[in-house]
């Protein structure tokens, strides 16, 4: 399996519930990032969370980080039809290797 | 630029022909990556350049696959006799140093 795979593959909820992602991973990391992707196209920089951190909020995402499990997980709180998107975690292999490594990505529905 | 910007943002070609994709970094962004996407799956690693070092070349699919990034600037992604499996978007992004990364908006490869 590949490093970060994010779980489930896809969520569909109503607007104004919350929406939980899950990412784990296989090696030791820096940090871990979430990042967003409408229409198939290009990703959106979320948020970045230190594997000294146990979490982080940025407006209505919260993330935290267990490196005993090697997992993490994005909430979404007071979703709106316009969370609407796929959501990739993303780590480097190894702390000397340079390039991310994005799971294969929580397809979110927000049902009006 | 502002932001990262990729053309053709659609390319239909016909099995058999050579495809130039291209990608103009975040201006003073000495990282750029290119990643491939296939409908509905996460980001395959292609190659990643830094500075005026080698590239890492360790994700490119096969021979028919080259790429090459000019003044430390614009890159081109060069698809040699495309194969219907080579439909995917084409994502490029950069950095400056750090692990975030901006994304362009992807370039849809469709071999008919």
């Known amino acids: 399996s590949q490093q970060g795979e994010e779980d489930p593959q896809a969520l569909s909820i109503q607007e104004g519930e919350n929406a939980t992602m899950n990412c784990s991973y296989k090696?030791?990391?820096?940090?871990l990032q979430w990042y967003r992707q409408n229409s198939g196209r290009g990703l959106v920089h979320l948020i970045l969370i230190r594997s000294n951190e146990r979490e982080k909020h940025s407006g209505r995402l919260r993330v935290t980080l267990d490196t005993s499990k090697k997992s993490s997980s994005l909430l979404i709180t007071a979703s709106r039809a316009a969370d609407t998107a796929s959501y990739f975690c993303?780590?480097?292999?190894?702390?000397?290797?340079?390039?991310?490594?994005f799971g294969q990505g929580t397809r979110l529905t927000i049902n009006p | 630029g502002a932001g990262v910007s990729q053309s053709p943002s659609n390319k239909v070609t016909e099995k058999g022909k050579d495809v130039e994709l291209r990608c103009d970094p975040i201006s003073g962004h000495t990282a750029l990556y290119w990643y491939r996407q296939s409908l509905g799956q996460g980001l395959e690693f292609l190659i990643y350049f830094q500075g005026n070092s080698a590239p890492d070349k360790s994700g490119l699919p096969s021979d028919r696959f080259s790429a090459e990034r000019t003044g430390g600037s614009v890159s081109t992604l060069t698809i040699q006799r495309t194969q219907q499996e080579d439909s995917a978007v084409y994502l490029c992004?950069?950095?400056?140093?750090?692990?975030?990364?901006?994304f362009g908006s992807g370039t849809r490869l469709t071999v008919v």
């Open positions: 992004a950069s950095s400056l140093g750090s692990d975030i990364y901006t």
């Open positions: 090696t030791s990391i820096n940090n």
């Open positions: 993303a780590t480097r292999l190894n702390q000397g290797a340079q390039k991310l490594v």
